[in-house]
């Protein structure tokens, strides 16, 4: 999700967008609605996407690592399966959350600005709704980063048939991590410094995330080649 200039929304009508979930829409009509000319869905959408499916890759392999020589594993292969599914349902939440901050964010720059006090007003609305929607891309890498921790940690016990679903968890989990970098950073771009300094740690933890989501992929690429 990227932040409408103030320009275009004070002037130019937005076409409206869905107001489908994205669990209750199609493939089809989510990357319909995501190639038409409508504010959202957009990139922050897309990446609490690759959460989600990094989430459910993760949750597929362990539910093939449920073979009866995987016995002394299967505590830690529940647990996974438990996680990766609630990480999913939380990820899918947050594609619909990026989608209401986005529109949120374009509302507040076309309220009126005629007077001081409706000045001020707007300003305050759009701060407010560029905190939530630099928040939401924030609570994305959390997803993130829990997913590629339980891939990490499937991988030297996962069934090896589905060994490379764990790297492109990972590769998803990068995507997610990275475009949620470039949404997190336009929106706190236009906020005070004060409030942009609440969304350093998320920042620099994406660099640790990207470089181990990284690393496990060349892991998985080494466990294929033998």
Do not use: W
Not at 2 to 26: I, K, L, N, V, Y
Not at 73 to 79: A, E, K, L, S, T
Not at 94 to 114: C, E, Q, R
Not at 163 to 173: E, N, S
Request: proline letters at 5%; aromatic letters at 4%.
């Amino acid at each position: 999700m990227s932040q409408p200039s103030s320009s275009a929304s004070d002037t130019a009508p937005a076409q409206e967008s869905s107001s489908t979930s994205f669990a209750a829409t199609t493939v089809a009509n989510y990357l319909a609605e995501l190639g038409a000319k409508v504010p959202a869905p957009g990139g922050g959408a897309v990446a609490a996407l690759h959460a989600a499916q990094g989430a459910a890759l993760v949750a597929m392999v362990a539910r093939y690592t449920t073979r009866a020589k995987d016995a002394d594993n299967r505590p830690v292969v529940d647990r996974v399966i438990a996680a990766a599914d609630a990480a999913r349902e939380r990820a899918l939440a947050l594609a619909d959350a990026d989608a209401a901050a986005f529109t949120a964010v374009g509302a507040a720059y076309k309220l009126p600005k005629a007077t001081e006090d409706e000045a001020a007003a707007r300003t305050s609305a759009i701060h407010a709704a560029l905190r939530e929607a630099a928040r939401v891309p924030s609570a994305v890498v959390d997803e993130a980063d829990e997913v590629l921790s339980l891939a990490a940690e499937l991988f030297p016990i996962g069934n090896p048939n589905v060994v490379t679903d764990i790297g492109a968890a990972a590769d998803a989990c990068h995507a997610a991590a990275a475009s949620s970098q470039l949404n997190i950073e336009i929106n706190v771009a236009s906020l005070p410094a004060a409030d942009g300094d609440r969304f350093a740690p998320v920042l620099l933890r994406i660099e640790e995330l990207t470089a181990r989501a990284d690393a496990l992929h060349a892991d998985v690429v080494r466990a294929v080649r033998g």
